[in-house]
T-cell receptor, first 114, second 113 residues
C-alpha cells in the first residue's frame, strides 16, 4: 500500500541554521508529493509540491526535490527563522488520484530558537 | 474569504452520545474530505466526497457517517461516541483539477470521556 515516513521529531534549531526534514515514501506508479505546514492552532496549508520525478518544489525559501530513485522528498531551508516554527507534514497523492485522498506522514514538529 | 469553516472548535462528549461536526466551504470546491489527526500518526482519511450526493469511505470510516446534500456542506456524524474517537478533526476541500491542493479548516478538538 501507499505510505509516507518522516524523520522523528521534535527538531529544535537556532535561528539561521540549515534545516533538513527527511521524507521517504512507498507507492506504486507515479504519485504526486506534497509538504504541508501547520502553525499553532490552525489547519494545514500547502507549502510546496512536486508532481513528477526530478521536479523541485519551492516556496518561502523551502525546497524539496522529487527523487524517484531513492523514493524521497526531503524538505530543506538554508536559513530558518523563528516564524518557521510549526509542524511539517509530508504527503503523497496516489497515481492519477486527486488531492482529496492524500496519504500523510506522521508530522515533524520544528522549533526555532532566537 | 472564509475558505473552510468548521464548527465547533472544541467539544466534550460522554461515551454513547451523538453529535455532528459541521464543515462548510465557500470556494465552490467539488471535493471535500474529513481527516482525523492523532499524535504520532499524522492525518488519516475518514470519508470523502467528490460532489453533491456522492460519498465514499477513507482509511478509518468506522463509527462515522457523512452525507453531501449541497456543494458547500459536508457534515460528519458520530452516532455513538467512543473514547477512541478522541482526536482533532479536520475538514478539507479542493477543486477537481488533478493535484489541486487541499484547503483545510482550523479543526475541531473532540474529547470523549
Amino acid at each position: 500500500g501507499n505510505s509516507v515516513t518522516q524523520m522523528e521529531g521534535p527538531v529544535t534549531l537556532s535561528e539561521e541554521a540549515f534545516l533538513t526534514i527527511n521524507c521517504t515514501y512507498t507507492a506504486t506508479g507515479y504519485p504526486s508529493l506534497f509538504w504541508y505546514v501547520q502553525y499553532p492552532g490552525e489547519g494545514l496549508q500547502l507549502l510546496l509540491k512536486a508532481t513528477k520525478a526530478d521536479d523541485k518544489g519551492s516556496n518561502k525559501g523551502f525546497e524539496a526535490t522529487y527523487r524517484k530513485e531513492t523514493t524521497s522528498f526531503h524538505l530543506e531551508k538554508g536559513s530558518v527563522q523563528v516564524s518557521d516554527s510549526a509542524v511539517y507534514f509530508c504527503a503523497l497523492s496516489p497515481t492519477f488520484q486527486g488531492a482529496q485522498k492524500l496519504v500523510f506522514g506522521q508530522g515533524t514538529r520544528l522549533t526555532i530558537n532566537p | 474569504n472564509a475558505g473552510v469553516t468548521q464548527t465547533p472548535k472544541f467539544q466534550v462528549l460522554k461515551t454513547g452520545q451523538s453529535m455532528t461536526l459541521q464543515c462548510a466551504q465557500d470556494m465552490n470546491h467539488e471535493y471535500m474530505s474529513w481527516y482525523r489527526q492523532d499524535p504520532g500518526m499524522g492525518l488519516r482519511l475518514i470519508h470523502y466526497s467528490v460532489g453533491a450526493g456522492i460519498t465514499d469511505q477513507g482509511e478509518v470510516p468506522n463509527g462515522y457517517n457523512v452525507s453531501r446534500s449541497t456543494t458547500e456542506d459536508f457534515p460528519l456524524r458520530l452516532l455513538s461516541a467512543a473514547p477512541s474517537q478522541t482526536s482533532v478533526y479536520f475538514c478539507a476541500s479542493s477543486s477537481d483539477r488533478l493535484n489541486s491542493p487541499l484547503h483545510f479548516g482550523n479543526g475541531t478538538r473532540l474529547t470523549v470521556t
